[in-house]
């Protein structure tokens, strides 16, 4: 694929009424990297409050770069980060969480010798009341049904996909406006990337805003508003869903 140098700055974002407003987030002409290595080239991207983009693009793409700067794990070498309209670049990863940013990494990032409701209480104790912190566990546990039934049992001890659930969960408890969700599927069976993705759309049903990096494109297309697609650390594609699933060679609905 070739990236042109007026697509590689592209915005992207919803359209219509999500898109109206501050945005949630935006990149303005990063690039990042790690050490001498850079990752990301040149990105611009505008994410609305209350809308789904997903970044899609083959291994090695820049596609976890993108999200580690969105939270404030990476520093961008040029450009510039906004959360809803403030300018964080180069702020400390916590100031990125206070302003209801939540990251839901690839693999297993959970504390593994803590329970699940004590997984769920860590992030609450220092902001809430013991029964603001038991009803925002609820709400975790009525929308996660099988983290309910095991909040007793150590973190370590779930399955890949209960512990996916379990990241999510928190950004439920934390109340999260921004959820960056890296590579949630990897690993799962497809039964569980369905559980997955179904609580995904309930995080974006309850007003958060989502950032979805995927590999495997099928349930991040269904889900999300927007798309851009990396190519070599450069964005190569900008567009609908539909107009990704033709950029891809995949069918169209």
Do not use: C, W
Request: aromatic fraction near 4%; hydrophobic fraction near 40%.
């Amino acid at each position: 694929m070739d990236v042109s140098p007026d697509v590689s700055t592209a915005t992207v974002g919803a359209t219509g009424s999500a898109a109206s407003g501050t945005p949630m987030l935006e990149l303005r002409g990063v690039n990042a990297g790690y050490g001498p290595f850079r990752a990301i080239f040149d990105v611009s991207l505008t994410v609305p409050k209350g809308s789904v983009l997903a970044v899609l693009g083959p291994n090695g793409a820049g596609k976890t770069t993108i999200a580690r700067v969105a939270t404030g794990l990476v520093a961008p070498t040029d450009g510039s980060v906004l959360i809803d309209g403030k300018d964080v670049t180069n702020r400390p990863t916590y100031e990125y969480a206070r302003m209801g940013v939540a990251h839901a990494p690839e693999g297993r990032s959970v504390f593994a010798t803590l329970t699940v409701a004590e997984n769920l209480e860590l992030p609450l104790r220092r902001t809430r009341s013991r029964a603001e912190t038991e009803t925002e566990m609820q709400r975790a546990f009525d929308m996660f049904p099988r983290l309910g039934e095991r909040r007793k049992q150590l973190a370590g001890t779930l399955s890949g996909g209960e512990q996916r659930m379990l990241s999510l969960a928190r950004a439920i408890v934390e109340d999260a406006q921004l959820v960056v969700a890296d590579e949630l599927s990897l690993g799962l069976a497809p039964i569980i990337v369905d559980e997955v993705y179904g609580m995904l759309g309930r995080i974006r049903d309850q007003g958060a805003t989502l950032l979805i990096i995927e590999q495997h494109v099928g349930h991040a297309l269904a889900i999300a508003d927007s798309v851009i697609i990396l190519d070599r650390g450069a964005i190569g594609f900008v567009g609908s869903p539909e107009g990704a699933r033709g950029e891809l060679g995949l069918a169209t609905s």
